[in-house]
């Protein structure tokens, strides 16, 4: 690459800070929960018991449902599949209640959905990916009644679903003949009276096949085989709680082969007491704050960082290139209806390898809030999509300090812009849906118009998470090491990667993939894990 050439691209990616766009006014529902799926397909629902949506269901169906607490006859739909190439949307029929609910894909692709309220504590719901497809729904599958849940995909393939209001314990889906629940004191030790803290706990498969697990302002490693806690990590400095309702975010970031070490980000939240302060009318500014620490190392400890403002109900987004997006959310209040305050409308970019001090970039805003119950997801295209705020009993528009909100937007991070064009891969082989085998071989064929610039190739698997109340559970991302890079004709290249030796670095199921070039991704295709 010539000097100036690279001059203009440092030019450019320095100027470049996202751009949005409005996909539509009114989807119907308000998003509380998003998966994307390995059809390119986005599952949308929110819950069903705060009255009517603004979307009708077909063919004249309707919810009738004694149980319900608004409306036990409901014409409308709670549920939608988005089709991020069309554009368009079509409305499904969920019939127990998914308020604040949990969910992973399974190895096959299909979407595993657990719990929620009143009716919805113990129903599992499951979404196969096809053009005519529709929720089904086991009443009774799990154990304990799940509500503020988190679910992680294991190696083996089952999920496993940690706590809930009121549930200090952990089960597995699907069921076998084993014990139902488990124990986990961990979730009660991390209990605040009158404001808990510790719901949806932040969970990761570790490389050696334990579990983090961060609730309130702690974490553990898990053998959820033994029952037991491999190890207790330091209290997060400071001691303010990080989990819902003060609720920050976290992720885990890149994994890169072959000598994986594992590193978790934790931003944002609500200082101490500020739940309860809110009841009262007091709103306190949320944590400017984020805690980095390698869970892999002995001597763990958690390295402080500041955001450029603070962030409450953030979303944390990890990008193709491995940078994480930290988008929506508030800088005063906590999370709960009317809660917060101050929406943040510009997204923080993390760029996780550089210095301290040097890794916040502060991207163009959007012009709507997302507060109390939005979302977030990476598609395969290299946008986020974004969705979801405030949803009111009845759907209220009015009188209400932030109304709800119906519109769906993304956002283009900068690697998108056209000025970044020439040095964007674009992959030619292997076809997407794409098998693979651990430890296997894989070559990449793809196109670069501008000169290759070789230690800058990568190939990363994203793992598309269940994103719900600012986290986003099985977000996982592979940085893959090229040890081969060749020319095959003009503009034309191939790479050879080794796909992730074990299903503890990367559980069995779909993942995005993705060329990555002088920081610029391709579009992915879709490979699986078998």
């Known amino acids: 690459m010539t000097l100036l050439l690279l001059l203009i691209l440092l030019f450019h990616a320095a100027e470049a800070k996202g751009q949005w766009q409005l996909l539509h006014k009114n989807i119907g529902i308000v998003a509380m929960h998003m998966q ?45 599949e988005y089709d991020v190439a069309a554009n368009t949307f079509r409305a499904l029929f969920v019939q127990t209640n998914v308020w604040c609910s949990s969910g992973s894909v399974s190895p096959d692709g299909t979407l595993v959905q657990t719990g929620g ?15 005519s497809c529709d929720w089904a729904e086991v009443q009774h599958g799990l154990a304990a009644q799940r509500w503020y849940a988190t679910n992680h995909i294991l190696p083996d393939g089952r999920q496993i679903i940690i706590g809930g209001r009121r549930q200090f314990n952990y089960e597995f889906y699907p069921k076998t003949q084993a014990k139902n629940t488990y124990s986990l004191p961990f979730l009660a030790q991390t209990n605040d ?27 553990i490693l898990f053998d959820y085989n033994k029952n037991s806690v491999v190890r207790t990590y330091p209290q997060i400095p400071g001691g303010d709680p990080r989990c819902y309702p003060s609720t920050g975010s976290a992720v885990l970031l890149p994994l890169r082969e072959p000598n994986v070490e594992a590193e978790v980000l934790i931003c944002g939240g609500a200082p101490r007491g500020a739940f309860r302060n809110t009841l009262s009318g007091k709103f306190v500014g949320a944590l400017r704050t984020c805690a980095r620490i390698k869970i892999t190392d002995p001597k763990a400890n958690w390295v402080m960082e500041t955001m450029p403002s603070a962030r409450v109900m953030s979303d944390m987004v990890l990008l193709p290139n491995g940078d994480v997006l930290i988008v929506n959310g508030a800088a005063v209040g906590t999370a709960g209806w009317e809660l917060g305050r101050n929406p943040v409308l510009n997204p923080f970019l993390y760029k996780p390898n550089k210095r301290v001090g040097m890794r916040f970039e502060v991207q163009n805003p959007s012009h709507i809030p997302r507060m109390y119950h939005s979302g977030a997801v990476l598609l395969r295209d290299g946008r986020v999509l974004l969705a979801g705020s405030n949803p009111h009993t009845y759907y209220n528009f009015t009188k209400v300090l932030f109304p709800t909100e119906l ?40 196109k670069v118009s501008a000169t290759l610039v070789g230690d800058s190739v990568s190939v990363t698997m994203l793992a598309p998470p269940f994103n ?24 034309t290249h191939e790479v050879e990667v080794t796909a992730p030796a074990s299903a503890v670095l990367a559980p069995p199921g779909f993942y995005l993939l993705f060329v990555v070039h002088q920081e610029v991704p391709s579009h992915g295709i879709w490979v699986q894990m078998v």
């Open 36 to 80: 994307l799926l390995h059809n390119d397909r986005v599952i949308i629902f929110d819950r069903t018991d705060f009255g009517l949506s603004n979307l009708t269901l077909p063919d004249g169906r309707c919810r009738n449902n004694p149980n319900e607490l608004v409306v036990k006859r409901d014409c409308t739909a709670h549920s939608i």
């Open 117 to 131: 309220f009143n009716d919805g504590y113990r129903a599992v719901r499951t979404f196969t990916p096809c053009r």
């Open 193 to 219: 009276a009158n404001a808990e803290n510790n719901l949806y706990p932040f969970v990761f498969l570790n490389v050696d096949g334990n579990l983090f697990i961060f609730a309130n302002n702690r974490a």
């Open 407 to 446: 519109r769906l937007e993304a956002f283009s991070p900068w690697y998108l812009e056209p000025g970044f064009s020439n040095v964007r891969p674009a992959i030619v082989s292997p076809a997407s849906q794409t098998k693979l085998k651990y430890g296997q071989t894989l070559r990449l064929r793809f």
């Open 468 to 491: 719900t109340h600012s986290f986003s559970m099985n977000q996982r991302l592979l940085v893959l090491k090229p040890h081969h890079l060749s020319g095959v004709g003009e503009s």
